[in-house]
């Protein structure tokens, strides 16, 4: 399971003309989901993503997480974090996991999520999606459970 987040001012995602997610201040992660994954790793990834320090405290290090800052998240299925981009030029997506069971993962990854954020925005799985946010820093990290 990958997980790129972006400190964000504000994010939102549109779907046929239409905001289907958005937040303010926060985290925008993009979820990749690969074989092997598994419920067991959402907390795993979940914890790291709530208090990765990625804020800046009152002197401006980055010293506090998302829960501490009451931030948003707004969470975005991207199987394409999955592909395998070492050798030639067309990424291979061998080790994503199957749509059906990535889409099982990431339903549970965002119920997960709402249970324990003050609020969360989605995409809609599968769906062509637009994206638009104003990054914030820039502050872009990759994480993997």
């Known amino acids: ?13 549109i779907v046929d003309g239409q905001v289907v997610g958005e937040i303010g201040r926060g985290l925008l ?3 990749g989901m690969q074989k092997g994954d598994t419920p067991q790793k ?24 998302l829960a501490e800052v009451q931030g948003g998240l707004l969470i975005v299925s991207q ?14 997506f061998s ?3 199957p749509p059906g069971d990535a889409e099982i993962l990431y339903d549970e990854f965002v119920t997960r999520a709402q249970a324990r954020c ?4 989605t995409g809609i799985f599968g769906a062509d999606m637009k994206v638009q946010l104003e990054n ?5 990290f990759m994480l993997e459970s």
């Open 1 to 13: 399971m990958r997980g790129l987040i972006q400190r964000v001012s504000y994010a939102r995602v």
């Open 95 to 97: 080790a994503a996991l």
């Open 42 to 65: 959402i907390d795993k990834l979940l914890n790291k993503v709530i208090a990765y320090r990625v804020f800046p405290d009152a002197v401006g290090r980055m010293n506090l997480g």
């Open 118 to 121: 003050g609020v969360v925005g």
């Open 29 to 31: 992660l993009l979820l």
């Open 136 to 140: 914030d820093g820039p502050v872009t």
């Open 79 to 92: 199987f394409t974090l999955a592909a395998d981009t070492q050798k030639g030029l067309r990424p291979a």
